[in-house]
């Protein structure tokens, strides 16, 4: 009988122990997830097909529901001044870095409107250096790509049309807010229509400029051209892969920006 006693002990102690482990994991990922995005594991065909490749699997992970403001970096920068315009080195940022900011810790006379609008003029290493002193990381291309072909929240309106016409249009004087244009069915917001957004990886798929993805691997050679391409009707993905391929990490344009991801905790 004790026996027995005992057993029901240690199992009722061991369901509580893996009870709070899971909770543990649980609240951590909700701490980590304040303005993020829960985005599911899943599989997707990638543009550029590889011979017996086939779909290519994404891990779950976090990413931010809009992309990061200008206030958001104001306080980056404030916090790391190493950053601000007058200081940054040329080799992380050409002329043009946060040339719409007043100076070095201000937005100047459009703060009010500038303050919820994407930050942009923002190379790809001061994007990475937001995302590590934010505890985040960039999204990977896989991770951006698999999260912007999620669709649109609203079915009235096609996703493809939707871009196109963005793509078709001049950019405007001053970027409109975070959240002005549509949810997808991740409930993530503008992954399409506001900004062009750098990725980890930004050129790996094609061949030309400093990517940064630490080694070649063997999509490299299947960019040149349609070649390769899974749908050689998909225009706005040719647009976007081919204007990440003109990039270098230094590179500052008016109309790209980013937002951040973060890891699932096991």
């Given amino acids: 009988m004790e026996s027995r006693t005992n057993i029901r002990i240690f199992s009722v102690i061991a369901v509580l122990l893996l009870l709070g482990t899971v909770a543990s994991y649980s609240q951590a990922n909700k701490a980590a997830a304040k303005g993020m995005v829960l985005i599911p594991a899943g599989s997707f065909k990638p543009f550029f097909e590889v011979k017996g490749a086939g779909k290519k699997t994404v ?5 931010d529901v809009y992309a990061v403001t ?3 970096f104001l306080r980056f920068v404030k916090a790391n001044p190493q950053w601000s315009r007058s200081r940054i080195s040329g080799l992380y940022a050409d002329k043009e870095y946060l040339k719409h900011w007043e100076s070095d810790f201000s937005l100047g006379k459009k703060h009010a409107f500038l303050a ?6 923002i190379s790809w290493f001061a994007a990475r250096a937001y995302s590590k002193w934010a505890g985040k990381r960039l999204p990977t291309m896989d991770e951006w790509e698999y ?7 609203d079915k009235r309106l096609p996703i493809e049309k939707v871009i196109l016409n963005w793509y078709s249009k001049p950019n405007p004087a001053v970027t409109p807010h975070v959240g ?17 957004e750098w990725v980890s990886d930004f050129n790996s798929v094609m061949m030309g400029s400093d990517s940064r993805s630490g080694a070649l691997n063997s999509n490299l050679f299947c960019a040149a051209g349609s070649n390769g391409a899974a749908n050689k009707e998909d225009y706005a993905a040719f647009l976007r892969f081919a204007f990440r391929e ?12 980013f937002r951040c991801a973060r890891d699932v905790k096991q």
Avoid at 246 to 257: A, D, E, F, H, M
Wanted: net charge positive; aromatic share 12%; glycine share 10%.
């Fill in 70 to 72: 200008n206030s958001d």
């Fill in 116 to 121: 919820n609008s994407p930050v942009t003029n």
């Fill in 246 to 257: 003109s990039l270098k990490g230094s590179y500052t344009i008016n109309n790209l920006g």
């Fill in 147 to 153: 999260a912007a072909g999620a669709g649109i929240a």
């Fill in 59 to 63: 891990r779950s992970f976090y990413l």
């Fill in 180 to 196: 002005s244009t549509f949810k997808n069915k991740l409930d993530v917001y503008d992954m399409h229509g506001l900004i062009w």
